[in-house]
């Protein structure tokens, strides 16, 4: 019996190393994972506050997005891993959403403006086009909820 006490002795410490090993790869894990969630959702964050009505002008929306969209890309990419199954699917769906839109989303295009009088005030003829609506508040609004969905579903 005492010629198996070193042995078992071994074996336990073999043990407790394995696990101590173990343990801080699992920790490390989780550090790294939660610095990745730390920098998506400051990038997110900042892009969120960017499409907002005070920061950025409307005219300057459009660039905002263009420049926007390669850092977005590889900012998801970098963090979909950590993702939860359950929110994966919502995470891909608002990822791919904010990457669609196009640069009429954004203006979002009133086209049923009425056409102006064809006569001036001195009853001449001219040809007059409607100067179509722009609501830019809509596009800011959509690119908002496409964003604070992403950041919803990394948490």
């Not at 801080?24 to 997110?44: C, G, Q």
């Not at 086009?129 to 722009?134: A, K, V």
Request: proline content about 4%; aromatic content about 10%; hydrophobic content about 35%.
């Amino acid at each position: 019996m005492k010629d198996y006490i070193p042995i078992i002795a071994i074996l336990v410490a073999i043990g407790i190393a394995y696990w101590h090993i173990v343990s801080a790869k699992n920790r490390d894990r989780r550090r790294d994972s939660d610095n990745l969630r730390r920098v998506f959702h400051i990038y997110i964050t900042n892009l969120h506050e960017k499409f907002s009505t005070k920061i950025t002008k409307d005219y300057d929306l459009i660039s905002l997005h263009k420049q926007s969209k390669d850092g977005f890309r590889s900012q998801c990419n970098s963090i979909r891993s950590e993702i939860y199954e359950m929110h994966i699917a919502m995470f891909d769906i608002a990822r791919d959403a904010y990457l669609a839109i196009t640069p009429a989303d954004i203006e979002c295009i009133d086209n049923t403006a009425t056409p102006q009088p064809n006569k001036d005030e001195s009853g001449n003829y001219m040809q007059r086009f409607p100067n179509p609506t722009r609501h830019y508040d809509t596009g800011r609004k959509n690119i908002r909820n496409h964003l604070e969905t992403l950041i919803e579903c990394s948490k």
